[in-house]
């Protein structure tokens, strides 16, 4: 049997040696009264775990700006307290009702390989993703009755999905509440990183590039 050559992790431990010579040194004052004040971020976004997807390098996020939960195809589901596990919901709860932020952002992005799960599940065996997906069924059947060429499919249900969680977000009552008194806006992005181009969400659903 051949030898299996296994990656070796030295360029992030490389990475975190950079990090503590030059972005900690030169931000220690800022990091230790973060540190010691606690966080107060005032935007939540919800991104895809795809490696390809990191808001804070896309946006020049520094420690205690944006709390972010990453998750297969930055879905929200329903709002449905019950025994389950319920990572998202927990993460949502937290930003909103304890560190109470002024904004939650959803963002898609293309190439989404949930997404592309999603588009094929019929053909699919696992244990969690397909179930996971499901929150954007509706999202799926809204692409295919628009066209059948999948790239184009895949798309359409990329944004459409990303609206999917925006309504979902209007069924967790202490968001509802929160949006209704005006001290929470939700926000659908799309970001395609071919282009490096940002397309935000407006009133009417359409994903217009950003300035
Ligand atoms: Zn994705």
Known sequence: MAEHTRTTLEPFFEGYRQFRE??????KGQ???LMAK?????????????SR???????GVNPGEMFIVRNVANLVPPYGPDNAYHGTSAALEFAVRDLQVEHVIVMGHAKCGGI???MQHEHRQDDY???WMKIAEPARNFALAKTKEPAA??????????KTSLANLMTFPWVTERVRTGKLELHGWYFDLETASLFICDAAGAFK???
């Open 53 to 59: 997807i990191d808001p804070s390098l896309k946006f």
């Open 153 to 162: 499919a895949q798309r359409i249900c990329e944004q459409e999905a990303v």
């Open 116 to 118: 592309h799960a999603l």
């Open 22 to 27: 030059q972005y900690f040194r030169e931000n």
């Open 38 to 50: 606690g966080q107060k971020p005032k935007a939540m976004m919800i991104a895809c775990s795809d």
């Open 129 to 131: 993703i397909s179930s």
């Open 31 to 33: 990091i230790e009264a």
């Open 209 to 211: 590039p950003a300035e």
